[in-house]
Nanobody
């Protein structure tokens, strides 16, 4: 299993940037897929971006070209660089790790974008 702790959320104006970090409690080298999801008030949790152990990435259409996911196996950390932020990006952002034995989630970090 693994514990995940997100950080880096906050309040920024539209057009600004934030970088989220997800620190894992164990080596992530062998974790096939890690990702970021978000949940806005009254909406379902949705995929934002994910990255495989081989470095392959995929993104939600709404964030393509603005967000970049990366992983640093040496630091057991996954990042989400978010640029050109929009009010509709406001949500709680959750880190996710897909292991053979199950899916694990962090507690989330709030991102609020003001217009």
């Amino acid at each position: 299993q693994v514990q995940l702790v997100e950080s880096g959320g906050g309040l920024v104006q539209a057009g600004g940037s934030l970088r989220l970090s997800c620190a894992a409690s164990r080596n992530i080298f062998s974790i096939n897929t890690m990702g970021w999801y978000r949940q806005a008030p009254g909406k379902q949790r949705e995929l934002v971006a994910r990255i495989t152990s081989g470095g392959s990435t995929n993104y939600a259409d709404s964030v393509k070209g603005r967000f970049t996911i990366s992983r640093d196996n040496a630091k057991n950390t996954v990042y989400l660089q978010m640029n050109s932020l929009k009010p509709e990006d406001t949500a709680v952002y959750y880190c996710n790790a897909d292991l053979v034995i199950g899916r694990y989630w962090g507690r989330g970090t709030q991102v609020t974008i003001s217009s």
